[in-house]
Nanobody, 122 residues
Framework: QVQLVESGGGLVQPGGSLRLSCAAS????????IGWFRQAPGKEREGVSY????????YYADSVKGRFTISRDNAKNTVYLQMNSLKPEDTAVYYC???????????????WGQGTQVTVSS
């Protein structure tokens, strides 16, 4: 059974950091692209970042470039999203998802986690 489980969300002050984890099971994570998406209340889902199966290719949305870093440990079937210099506008539910393509287009992601809440507020 394919599962993706996010963790690491929480409440953080502006300028703070969080590291999200996406633990994959039921498939070999190293064979798939893993992407992070987020959705804030009343807003459309936004593609944040992805990492290729080998970890060589990464992508970041302009809104997070220079502040977020994606990485993966295929031995642990886990992908991480290190989020630094967090801003209130980063507040959202963050989801990880699996794709067989190197793309940020959500229609190409077939399995999704349940999401983890990130709140940036003083």
């Amino acid at each position: 059974q394919v599962q993706l489980v996010e963790s690491g969300g929480g409440l953080v002050q502006p300028g703070g950091s969080l590291r999200l984890s996406c633990a994959a099971s039921g498939f070999t994570g190293g064979n798939y692209v893993i992407g992070w998406f987020r959705q804030a209340p009343g807003k459309e889902r936004e593609g944040v970042s992805y990492i290729s199966s080998s970890g060589v290719v990464t992508y970041y949305a302009d809104s997070v470039k220079g502040r977020f870093t994606i990485s993966r440990d295929n031995a642990k079937n886990t992908v991480y999203l290190q989020m630094n210099s967090l801003k209130p506008e980063d507040t959202a539910v963050y989801y990880c998802a699996r794709s067989g393509r190197v793309t940020m287009r959500p229609e190409f992601y077939d399995y999704w986690g349940q999401g983890t809440q990130v709140t940036v507020s003083s």
